[in-house]
């Protein structure tokens, strides 16, 4: 079944039968377009190899037993992805103004409120906000998900982890049991909140536990930004001579090149505590990094063979 623009208050679940979106995802020529990535789900645990690999459409691609990613399953949402995270077990991704679920059976779109297109923040402890309310994603209340905290104003950016910060007109602040405090040393504006530790700024990354800021260095262009482990930060970014990875623990900044055949544009990073890191790049390809070694794997489609018959019905 296919998902039409419609209010956040109904609920549809995307059968793994997709014909319209399966038809969307190949060129006029009838030839298969090529895979694409925009953005790594967390993994479950400290593993960076167990991410999921996000298609702009909610593609879903998952390890295999190979070393490698694969979509099995021909499952997409009408929306284009803007946000993927993780809330409790469950993988979740925003389109436009809704939030979807992953279960077993395709993505479900999650009822939050009747009026407003709601917002949603990246990665682990994934949380979200209409307008002014914010919302849990892992637990939920009479059907729907638990209404947490008011913040002061109109919801502009939200992070997720430990604690809930949510950026507004009038600041930062941190969900604090059922009060939103403001953030002491923190900016007035972010460009963006990193889980609850960090927000970037144009020049570099806060630590809103310190309020100090880490400058990036010059000549670094930052392509794609996630949290990492210990509270810290991990990036990739673009220099002059090739791509670096990236990482922030406190104040302390570390760069690593990458091999220099690894080249592209880098939309997702993960990184856990044994060092493993996996790099996506938007034409498909993922950078492994495992016991100080990169390959480099491409996602492959191994979708069943499409239902006879007419395609399923549309929602109006």
């Known amino acids: 079944m296919q998902r039409r623009a419609f209010a956040a208050s109904v609920v549809l679940s995307v059968s793994l039968a997709l014909a319209p979106h399966a038809q969307a995802d190949r060129p006029a020529t009838g030839v298969p377009a090529a895979p694409q990535i925009v953005a790594l789900a967390p993994a479950p645990g400290d593993d960076a190899r167990k991410v999921i690999a996000i298609g702009p459409a909610g593609q879903i691609f998952e390890p295999d037993k190979t070393g490698g990613w694969v979509r099995d399953s021909a499952i997409t949402i009408s929306d284009r992805v803007t946000a993927v995270g993780r809330a409790g077990a469950s993988v979740v991704v925003r389109g436009d103004g809704v939030i979807f679920r992953l279960a077993a059976?395709?993505?479900?779109?999650?009822?939050?409120?009747?009026?407003?297109?709601?917002?949603?923040?990246?990665?682990?402890?994934?949380?979200?906000?209409?307008?002014?309310?914010?919302?849990?994603?892992?637990?939920?209340?009479?059907?729907?998900?638990?209404?947490?905290?008011?913040?002061?104003?109109?919801?502009?950016?939200?992070?997720?982890?430990?604690?809930?910060?949510?950026?507004?007109?009038?600041?930062?602040?941190?969900?604090?049991?059922t009060r939103m405090a403001p953030i002491k040393r923190s900016p007035r504006r972010v460009n963006r909140l990193i889980g609850d530790r960090w927000a970037l700024v144009d020049r570099g990354a806060v630590d809103l536990r310190s309020g100090v800021t880490t400058p990036w260095p010059s000549g670094l262009e930052i392509l794609t930004?996630?949290?990492?482990?210990?509270?810290?930060?991990?990036a990739v970014g673009s220099t002059r001579t090739g791509l670096e990875l990236v990482t922030v623990v406190k104040t302390k900044l570390e760069r690593v090149r990458l091999p220099d055949e690894i080249t592209g544009a880098a939309v997702g990073v993960a990184l856990d505590r044994s060092a493993r890191a996996v790099v996506a790049f938007h034409d498909g390809r993922l950078a492994v990094r495992d016991r100080g070694v990169w390959k480099v794997v491409t996602v492959r489609e191994a979708l069943p063979a499409p239902r006879p018959g007419p395609p399923p019905a549309a929602s109006p």
């Open 105 to 177: 059976n395709g993505w479900t779109a999650i009822r939050i409120a009747q009026k407003g297109k709601a917002q949603m923040s990246s990665g682990a402890g994934a949380v979200a906000a209409i307008g002014r309310q914010i919302y849990a994603l892992d637990r939920s209340a009479s059907g729907e998900p638990t209404k947490l905290a008011l913040a002061p104003g109109p919801v502009l950016a939200l992070g997720g982890g430990k604690s809930i910060v949510v950026a507004t007109e009038r600041g930062l602040f941190r969900l604090e049991g």
């Open 225 to 234: 930004v996630a949290a990492g482990p210990g509270d810290g930060l991990v």
